[in-house]
Protein backbone atom coordinates (compact mmCIF):
# COMPACT_ATOMS: atom_id res chain seq x y z
CA UNK A 1 0.00 0.00 0.00
CA UNK A 2 1.26 3.65 -0.79
CA UNK A 3 2.44 6.33 1.56
CA UNK A 4 -0.98 7.99 1.67
CA UNK A 5 -2.41 5.05 2.33
CA UNK A 6 -4.88 5.50 5.77
CA UNK A 7 -5.83 3.29 8.62
CA UNK A 8 -8.80 2.83 7.66
CA UNK A 9 -8.26 1.53 4.15
CA UNK A 10 -5.19 -0.65 5.80
CA UNK A 11 -7.87 -2.18 8.03
CA UNK A 12 -10.03 -3.04 5.10
CA UNK A 13 -7.29 -5.36 3.61
CA UNK A 14 -6.34 -6.85 7.35
CA UNK A 15 -10.42 -7.72 7.48
CA UNK A 16 -10.42 -9.34 4.16
CA UNK A 17 -7.55 -11.94 5.17
CA UNK A 18 -8.55 -12.58 8.50
CA UNK A 19 -12.42 -13.39 6.75
CA UNK A 20 -10.44 -15.73 4.52
CA UNK A 21 -8.88 -17.32 7.75
CA UNK A 22 -5.32 -15.82 7.47
CA UNK A 23 -3.62 -13.27 9.45
CA UNK A 24 -2.14 -10.38 8.61
CA UNK A 25 1.79 -9.13 9.18
CA UNK A 26 1.85 -5.86 9.22
CA UNK A 27 5.00 -3.82 8.08
CA UNK A 28 4.82 -0.02 7.84
CA UNK A 29 8.01 1.77 6.16
CA UNK A 30 8.39 5.45 5.10
CA UNK A 31 7.04 4.85 1.46
CA UNK A 32 4.73 2.13 1.71
CA UNK A 33 3.20 -0.42 4.00
CA UNK A 34 3.43 -3.90 3.26
CA UNK A 35 1.04 -6.54 4.51
CA UNK A 36 2.24 -10.03 4.45
CA UNK A 37 -1.10 -12.83 4.34
CA UNK A 38 0.02 -15.64 6.80
CA UNK A 39 -1.62 -18.79 6.40
CA UNK A 40 -3.27 -20.99 3.45
CA UNK A 41 -2.78 -18.89 0.77
CA UNK A 42 -4.97 -21.22 -1.79
CA UNK A 43 -8.39 -19.20 -1.36
CA UNK A 44 -6.37 -15.64 -2.14
CA UNK A 45 -6.32 -14.16 -5.47
CA UNK A 46 -4.54 -11.03 -5.83
CA UNK A 47 -7.35 -9.80 -7.69
CA UNK A 48 -9.18 -9.65 -4.47
CA UNK A 49 -7.20 -7.29 -3.44
CA UNK A 50 -5.68 -4.89 -6.05
CA UNK A 51 -9.76 -3.41 -6.39
CA UNK A 52 -9.53 -2.20 -2.56
CA UNK A 53 -8.42 1.49 -2.04
CA UNK A 54 -4.70 2.16 -1.56
CA UNK A 55 -3.66 -1.38 -2.69
CA UNK A 56 -0.80 -0.63 -5.00
CA UNK A 57 0.02 -4.18 -5.98
CA UNK A 58 -0.78 -7.47 -4.54
CA UNK A 59 1.23 -10.78 -5.03
CA UNK A 60 1.79 -14.60 -4.20
CA UNK A 61 5.00 -14.84 -2.65
CA UNK A 62 4.88 -18.49 -2.12
CA UNK A 63 5.46 -20.68 -5.51
CA UNK A 64 1.97 -21.43 -7.15
CA UNK A 65 3.72 -24.99 -8.41
CA UNK A 66 4.11 -27.59 -5.70
CA UNK A 67 3.87 -31.17 -6.49
CA UNK A 68 6.54 -30.44 -9.07
CA UNK A 69 8.53 -27.84 -7.62
CA UNK A 70 12.37 -28.79 -6.47
CA UNK A 71 11.78 -27.69 -2.73
CA UNK A 72 8.84 -30.34 -2.69
CA UNK A 73 11.25 -33.08 -3.72
CA UNK A 74 14.82 -32.47 -3.70
CA UNK A 75 16.39 -35.72 -6.07
CA UNK A 76 16.35 -35.87 -9.73
CA UNK A 77 13.20 -37.78 -9.93
CA UNK A 78 13.68 -40.92 -13.13
CA UNK A 79 10.67 -41.30 -15.16
CA UNK A 80 10.65 -45.05 -16.41
CA UNK A 81 9.08 -45.55 -20.00
CA UNK A 82 8.46 -49.01 -20.73
CA UNK A 83 11.89 -49.97 -19.02
CA UNK A 84 13.99 -46.98 -20.31
CA UNK A 85 15.05 -44.38 -17.59
CA UNK A 86 14.37 -40.71 -18.22
CA UNK A 87 16.70 -38.31 -16.09
CA UNK A 88 19.00 -40.29 -14.33
CA UNK A 89 22.84 -40.83 -15.42
CA UNK A 90 21.84 -41.56 -19.34
CA UNK A 91 21.20 -39.34 -21.56
CA UNK A 92 17.89 -40.43 -24.21
CA UNK A 93 17.57 -39.40 -27.74
CA UNK A 94 14.21 -40.06 -28.59
CA UNK A 95 14.25 -40.40 -32.57
CA UNK A 96 11.80 -40.73 -35.72
CA UNK A 97 10.00 -38.93 -38.57
CA UNK A 98 7.66 -35.72 -37.89
CA UNK A 99 5.00 -37.67 -38.52
CA UNK A 100 3.28 -41.06 -39.29
CA UNK A 101 3.71 -41.89 -43.03
CA UNK A 102 3.45 -45.20 -44.66
CA UNK A 103 4.11 -48.88 -42.93
CA UNK A 104 7.69 -48.42 -45.06
CA UNK A 105 8.86 -44.92 -44.16
CA UNK A 106 8.26 -46.22 -40.07
CA UNK A 107 9.30 -49.74 -40.64
CA UNK A 108 12.54 -47.73 -42.19
CA UNK A 109 12.36 -45.25 -39.22
CA UNK A 110 12.04 -47.67 -36.51
CA UNK A 111 15.46 -49.86 -38.18
CA UNK A 112 17.23 -46.46 -38.41
CA UNK A 113 16.35 -45.29 -34.95
CA UNK A 114 17.48 -48.84 -33.19
CA UNK A 115 20.98 -49.16 -35.32
CA UNK A 116 21.83 -45.56 -34.34
CA UNK A 117 22.05 -46.34 -30.78
CA UNK A 118 18.64 -44.80 -29.91
CA UNK A 119 16.15 -46.26 -27.34
CA UNK A 120 13.01 -44.62 -28.00
CA UNK A 121 11.29 -43.49 -30.97
CA UNK A 122 8.59 -40.41 -32.00
CA UNK A 123 6.23 -39.78 -34.95
CA UNK A 124 3.11 -38.14 -35.04
CA UNK A 125 0.11 -39.61 -35.66
CA UNK A 126 -2.17 -36.22 -35.01
CA UNK A 127 -0.36 -33.27 -36.24
CA UNK A 128 -1.52 -30.01 -35.28
CA UNK A 129 -0.42 -28.06 -38.54
CA UNK A 130 -0.90 -24.37 -39.44
CA UNK A 131 -2.94 -24.78 -42.49
CA UNK A 132 -5.79 -27.15 -42.30
CA UNK A 133 -5.03 -27.79 -45.53
CA UNK A 134 -1.65 -29.43 -45.09
CA UNK A 135 -1.78 -33.30 -43.95
CA UNK A 136 -3.38 -33.87 -40.74
CA UNK A 137 -1.73 -37.34 -39.73
CA UNK A 138 -3.34 -40.65 -40.10
CA UNK A 139 -4.62 -40.48 -36.63
CA UNK A 140 -5.66 -43.60 -35.54
CA UNK A 141 -4.22 -45.83 -38.32
CA UNK A 142 -0.84 -43.89 -38.02
CA UNK A 143 -0.84 -45.23 -33.91
CA UNK A 144 -1.40 -48.67 -35.11
CA UNK A 145 1.65 -48.21 -37.77
CA UNK A 146 3.85 -46.92 -35.53
CA UNK A 147 3.30 -49.49 -32.83
CA UNK A 148 3.67 -52.45 -35.42
CA UNK A 149 7.22 -50.84 -36.57
CA UNK A 150 8.52 -49.99 -33.02
CA UNK A 151 7.88 -53.21 -31.55
CA UNK A 152 9.87 -54.68 -33.98
CA UNK A 153 12.70 -52.80 -31.95
CA UNK A 154 10.99 -52.83 -28.64
CA UNK A 155 11.68 -49.07 -28.91
CA UNK A 156 8.62 -47.68 -26.53
CA UNK A 157 6.46 -44.72 -28.42
CA UNK A 158 5.85 -40.85 -28.10
CA UNK A 159 3.56 -39.42 -29.82
CA UNK A 160 1.30 -36.14 -29.68
CA UNK A 161 -2.23 -36.35 -28.12
CA UNK A 162 -4.62 -33.42 -29.32
CA UNK A 163 -7.51 -34.28 -28.40
CA UNK A 164 -8.74 -35.90 -24.78
CA UNK A 165 -11.03 -37.32 -27.08
CA UNK A 166 -8.35 -39.47 -28.38
CA UNK A 167 -7.24 -40.31 -25.08
CA UNK A 168 -8.75 -44.32 -25.00
CA UNK A 169 -7.13 -44.72 -28.35
CA UNK A 170 -3.66 -43.87 -26.56
CA UNK A 171 -4.52 -46.15 -24.25
CA UNK A 172 -5.21 -48.96 -26.61
CA UNK A 173 -2.37 -49.17 -28.35
CA UNK A 174 -0.19 -48.64 -25.40
CA UNK A 175 1.23 -45.37 -26.53
CA UNK A 176 4.42 -45.04 -23.86
CA UNK A 177 4.50 -41.16 -23.59
CA UNK A 178 1.90 -39.31 -24.77
CA UNK A 179 3.38 -35.61 -25.70
CA UNK A 180 1.40 -32.32 -25.10
CA UNK A 181 2.51 -30.07 -27.97
CA UNK A 182 3.48 -26.72 -27.77
CA UNK A 183 0.37 -25.89 -28.75
CA UNK A 184 -1.46 -27.21 -26.24
CA UNK A 185 0.48 -26.37 -23.45
CA UNK A 186 -2.01 -24.27 -21.55
CA UNK A 187 -4.99 -26.55 -22.46
CA UNK A 188 -5.74 -27.10 -19.02
CA UNK A 189 -8.56 -29.56 -19.67
CA UNK A 190 -6.11 -31.78 -21.90
CA UNK A 191 -3.97 -31.49 -19.24
CA UNK A 192 -6.42 -32.64 -16.70
CA UNK A 193 -7.39 -35.68 -18.89
CA UNK A 194 -3.69 -36.95 -19.16
CA UNK A 195 -3.07 -36.14 -15.83
CA UNK A 196 -5.88 -39.25 -14.77
CA UNK A 197 -3.87 -41.61 -16.39
CA UNK A 198 -0.38 -43.01 -15.47
CA UNK A 199 1.46 -42.70 -18.92
CA UNK A 200 4.67 -40.39 -19.62
CA UNK A 201 4.00 -37.17 -20.32
CA UNK A 202 6.15 -34.90 -22.41
CA UNK A 203 5.15 -31.46 -21.80
CA UNK A 204 6.26 -29.06 -24.55
CA UNK A 205 6.59 -25.65 -23.82
CA UNK A 206 4.10 -23.40 -25.54
CA UNK A 207 5.78 -20.89 -27.87
CA UNK A 208 5.46 -17.85 -25.53
CA UNK A 209 5.27 -19.52 -22.74
CA UNK A 210 7.23 -18.75 -19.80
CA UNK A 211 9.04 -20.65 -17.07
CA UNK A 212 6.48 -20.35 -14.86
CA UNK A 213 3.31 -20.83 -16.79
CA UNK A 214 5.07 -23.94 -17.88
CA UNK A 215 5.67 -24.85 -14.33
CA UNK A 216 1.66 -24.18 -13.73
CA UNK A 217 0.70 -26.50 -16.87
CA UNK A 218 2.87 -29.29 -15.20
CA UNK A 219 1.86 -29.09 -12.37
CA UNK A 220 -1.98 -29.06 -13.87
CA UNK A 221 -0.58 -32.51 -14.71
CA UNK A 222 0.42 -33.43 -11.48
CA UNK A 223 -2.07 -32.40 -9.32
CA UNK A 224 -4.46 -35.53 -11.16
CA UNK A 225 -1.97 -37.73 -9.68
CA UNK A 226 0.56 -38.36 -12.92
CA UNK A 227 3.91 -37.17 -11.70
CA UNK A 228 5.43 -38.72 -15.13
CA UNK A 229 5.97 -35.16 -16.26
CA UNK A 230 9.03 -34.62 -18.14
CA UNK A 231 9.35 -31.06 -19.50
CA UNK A 232 10.71 -30.54 -23.71
CA UNK A 233 12.14 -27.26 -24.50
CA UNK A 234 11.61 -26.96 -28.29
CA UNK A 235 12.20 -22.83 -28.86
CA UNK A 236 10.49 -19.82 -28.28
CA UNK A 237 9.04 -16.89 -30.32
CA UNK A 238 11.33 -13.84 -30.30
CA UNK A 239 11.67 -10.92 -33.06
CA UNK A 240 14.35 -12.99 -35.17
CA UNK A 241 13.20 -14.42 -38.32
CA UNK A 242 16.29 -16.20 -39.41
CA UNK A 243 15.42 -19.56 -37.67
CA UNK A 244 12.13 -20.98 -36.72
CA UNK A 245 12.41 -20.39 -32.96
CA UNK A 246 14.63 -19.37 -30.29
CA UNK A 247 16.55 -22.18 -28.24
CA UNK A 248 16.36 -21.23 -24.97
CA UNK A 249 19.14 -23.03 -23.70
CA UNK A 250 18.70 -20.74 -20.63
CA UNK A 251 15.91 -22.25 -19.60
CA UNK A 252 18.19 -26.24 -19.01
CA UNK A 253 19.83 -24.82 -15.68
CA UNK A 254 16.38 -22.89 -14.57
CA UNK A 255 13.95 -25.42 -15.09
CA UNK A 256 16.57 -28.28 -13.14
CA UNK A 257 16.91 -25.80 -10.26
CA UNK A 258 13.38 -25.20 -10.09
CA UNK A 259 11.90 -28.57 -10.79
CA UNK A 260 12.85 -32.64 -9.85
CA UNK A 261 11.80 -33.70 -13.11
CA UNK A 262 13.55 -34.33 -16.29
CA UNK A 263 14.32 -31.80 -18.99
CA UNK A 264 14.76 -32.49 -22.47
CA UNK A 265 15.22 -30.61 -25.48
CA UNK A 266 13.52 -30.54 -29.13
CA UNK A 267 16.36 -29.12 -31.42
CA UNK A 268 14.47 -29.97 -34.38
CA UNK A 269 11.77 -27.61 -33.93
CA UNK A 270 13.73 -24.90 -32.71
CA UNK A 271 16.13 -24.53 -35.47
CA UNK A 272 13.97 -25.62 -38.52
CA UNK A 273 17.04 -26.94 -40.30
CA UNK A 274 18.84 -29.99 -40.13
CA UNK A 275 22.18 -28.30 -40.42
CA UNK A 276 21.39 -26.35 -36.85
CA UNK A 277 20.47 -29.51 -35.06
CA UNK A 278 24.20 -30.83 -34.53
CA UNK A 279 24.87 -27.51 -32.71
CA UNK A 280 21.66 -26.97 -30.71
CA UNK A 281 21.92 -31.21 -29.61
CA UNK A 282 25.67 -30.27 -28.21
CA UNK A 283 24.50 -27.15 -26.70
CA UNK A 284 21.51 -28.57 -24.89
CA UNK A 285 23.46 -31.67 -23.38
CA UNK A 286 26.42 -29.99 -22.29
CA UNK A 287 24.08 -27.70 -20.19
CA UNK A 288 22.63 -30.07 -18.48
CA UNK A 289 19.37 -31.52 -20.67
CA UNK A 290 18.25 -35.06 -19.85
CA UNK A 291 17.77 -36.39 -23.47
CA UNK A 292 16.79 -34.41 -26.95
CA UNK A 293 13.53 -35.27 -29.43
CA UNK A 294 15.15 -35.25 -32.77
CA UNK A 295 13.60 -35.39 -36.08
CA UNK A 296 14.83 -38.14 -38.02
CA UNK A 297 13.53 -39.40 -41.71
CA UNK A 298 14.92 -42.20 -43.92
CA UNK A 299 15.06 -39.60 -46.91
CA UNK A 300 14.32 -36.14 -45.65
CA UNK A 301 13.52 -34.41 -48.96
CA UNK A 302 10.46 -37.35 -49.34
CA UNK A 303 9.44 -36.30 -45.42
CA UNK A 304 5.22 -34.91 -46.17
CA UNK A 305 6.12 -32.39 -42.58
CA UNK A 306 8.48 -30.36 -41.70
CA UNK A 307 11.16 -31.80 -44.30
CA UNK A 308 13.71 -29.68 -43.53
CA UNK A 309 14.55 -29.74 -40.11
CA UNK A 310 14.89 -33.62 -40.43
CA UNK A 311 18.01 -35.31 -39.88
CA UNK A 312 19.40 -38.59 -42.15
CA UNK A 313 19.98 -41.80 -40.55
CA UNK A 314 23.65 -40.85 -41.21
CA UNK A 315 23.61 -37.72 -39.61
CA UNK A 316 21.53 -38.98 -36.71
CA UNK A 317 24.28 -41.48 -36.15
CA UNK A 318 26.91 -39.10 -36.45
CA UNK A 319 25.44 -37.27 -33.95
CA UNK A 320 24.86 -40.13 -31.51
CA UNK A 321 28.69 -40.39 -31.65
CA UNK A 322 29.24 -36.86 -31.02
CA UNK A 323 26.76 -36.73 -27.94
CA UNK A 324 28.39 -39.63 -27.17
CA UNK A 325 31.82 -37.96 -26.31
CA UNK A 326 29.72 -34.89 -24.58
CA UNK A 327 28.05 -37.20 -22.13
CA UNK A 328 31.24 -38.69 -20.96
CA UNK A 329 33.08 -35.53 -20.81
CA UNK A 330 29.93 -34.26 -17.66
CA UNK A 331 29.89 -37.34 -15.76
CA UNK A 332 27.09 -39.03 -17.99
CA UNK A 333 26.62 -41.74 -20.60
CA UNK A 334 24.36 -42.16 -23.61
C1 LIG B 1 6.27 -32.16 -33.01
O1 LIG B 1 7.05 -32.54 -32.12
O2 LIG B 1 6.07 -32.80 -34.04
C2 LIG B 1 5.62 -30.83 -32.87
C3 LIG B 1 4.54 -30.52 -33.56
O3 LIG B 1 6.26 -30.04 -32.01
P1 LIG B 1 5.81 -28.63 -31.33
O4 LIG B 1 4.56 -28.90 -30.58
O5 LIG B 1 6.99 -28.31 -30.47
O6 LIG B 1 5.64 -27.64 -32.46
MN1 LIG C 1 7.71 -31.69 -36.67
Redesign the pocket.
Known sequence: MGNETTEAQVDTVVKKLEGAGLKANISRGIERTVIGAIGDEKNLTASMFTSLPGVESAMHIAKQYKIVSRESHKQDTVVDIAGVPLGGKQIQIIAGP??VETQDQMDLSAKFVNEAGCRLM?G?AF??RTSPYSFQGHGVEGLDMFRKSASKYKLPIVT?LMDARQLDAFLEYDVDVI?I???NMQNFDLLKEVGRTNKPVIL?RG?SATISEWLMAAEYIAAGGNHNIIF?E?GIRTFETYYRNVLDVTAIPVLKKETHLPVIV?PS?AGGKAWMVPALSQAAVSAGADGL?V?MHPSPCDAWC?ADQALTPDELKKLMGTLGAIAGAIGRTL
Open positions: CSRGKPEQGTRKMCRDHLED
